[in-house]
């Protein structure tokens, strides 16, 4: 079974006729198990042509009086199947991401609604040297330790490694690997994910990583050369 690909669009593109010829990349590939992740207003734009789509980001509230905020139901509703929790851009810039009880209600809000979720952790610093172990620990287990028996995708993304040109280590991806298993104790379905400047160039040896069942991939989703590379993977 090849690798799950998940393409985070991040705020682009810029135009619904942008999206289109975006789209008409993916269009071309039969390759299986991919989903992207586009900005909310192109969700169903991008569900006419892609089984499987995702959100961003979702509310921990379920309706109401939350100016900007989608919900859970929402985004199934314009056939969301996953949605991203936590990504490091909204835990930097939104207080909302950052904290266990609300990704714990976001991931609530998740299954209520059929959404897989898709947790990302990873080390905060932009300094690689300043990794350290027990900051995923503490971002991960405090969630975890709420559910038992749901289906999860834990993608391991470290700050210095996104949008950097330089991916993690294998030895560090498995040290994560290694972390995250442990924390989950197989109490849940857990698959990991790595994110982190993966493009056509390093997809093959990440792809050799033990424990690794796919890949949420940013900027590459966007470039049609690397794109055009990365699905025949
Ligand atoms: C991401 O946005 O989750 C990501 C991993 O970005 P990039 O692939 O550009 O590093």
């Given at each position: 079974?090849?690798?799950?690909?998940?393409?985070?669009?991040?705020?682009?593109?810029?135009?619904?006729?942008?999206?289109?010829?975006?789209?008409?990349?993916?269009?071309?590939?039969?390759?299986?198990?991919?989903?992207?992740?586009?900005?909310?207003?192109?969700?169903?734009?991008?569900?006419?042509?892609?089984?499987?789509?995702?959100?961003?980001?979702?509310?921990?509230?379920?309706?109401?009086?939350?100016?900007?905020?989608?919900?859970?139901?929402?985004?199934?509703?314009?056939?969301?199947?996953?949605?991203?929790?936590?990504?490091?851009?909204?835990?930097?810039?939104?207080?909302?991401?950052?904290?266990?009880?609300?990704?714990?209600?976001k991931i609530e809000e998740a299954y209520k609604n059929n959404l897989?979720?898709?947790?990302?952790?990873?080390?905060?610093?932009?300094?690689?040297?300043?990794?350290?172990?027990?900051?995923?620990?503490?971002?991960?287990?405090?969630?975890?330790?709420?559910?038992?028996?749901?289906?999860?995708?834990?993608?391991?993304?470290?700050?210095?490694?996104?949008?950097?040109?330089?991916?993690?280590?294998?030895?560090?991806?498995?040290?994560?690997?290694?972390?995250?298993?442990?924390?989950?104790?197989?109490?849940?379905?857990?698959?990991?994910?790595?994110?982190?400047?993966?493009?056509?160039?390093?997809?093959?040896?990440?792809?050799?990583?033990?424990?690794?069942e796919g890949f949420l991939i940013g900027g590459a989703s966007l470039?049609?050369?690397?794109?055009?590379?990365?699905?025949?993977?």
């Amino acid at each position: 079974m090849s690798k799950i690909l998940m393409f985070n669009w991040k705020m682009n593109p810029n135009s619904y006729n942008d999206t289109e010829k975006l789209l008409s990349i993916y269009k071309k590939t039969s390759r299986k198990n991919i989903v992207i992740f586009p900005p909310s207003v192109f969700l169903q734009q991008a569900k006419e042509s892609c089984d499987q789509i995702g959100i961003q980001n979702i509310s921990s509230y379920d309706s109401g009086a939350y100016t900007s905020q989608i919900s859970a139901k929402m985004a199934a509703s314009c056939g969301a199947k996953y949605c991203i929790i936590a990504h490091s851009e909204c835990r930097e810039t939104f207080r909302d991401s950052n904290t266990s009880s609300t990704i714990i209600k976001k991931i609530e809000e998740a299954y209520k609604n059929n959404l897989i979720p898709v947790l990302c952790i990873g080390y905060t610093s932009s300094n690689i040297d300043q990794s350290d172990d027990n900051v995923i620990i503490e971002q991960l287990k405090p969630v975890l330790d709420n559910f038992t028996n749901k289906q999860i995708y834990i993608a391991y993304e470290p700050i210095w490694a996104i949008g950097s040109g330089k991916p993690a280590g294998i030895d560090d991806i498995e040290n994560a690997v290694k972390i995250i298993k442990q924390i989950n104790n197989d109490r849940n379905k857990v698959s990991v994910l790595y994110g982190g400047s993966v493009k056509s160039d390093n997809i093959e040896e990440l792809s050799k990583i033990n424990g690794i069942e796919g890949f949420l991939i940013g900027g590459a989703s966007l470039i049609e050369k690397e794109l055009t590379s990365l699905l025949q993977n």
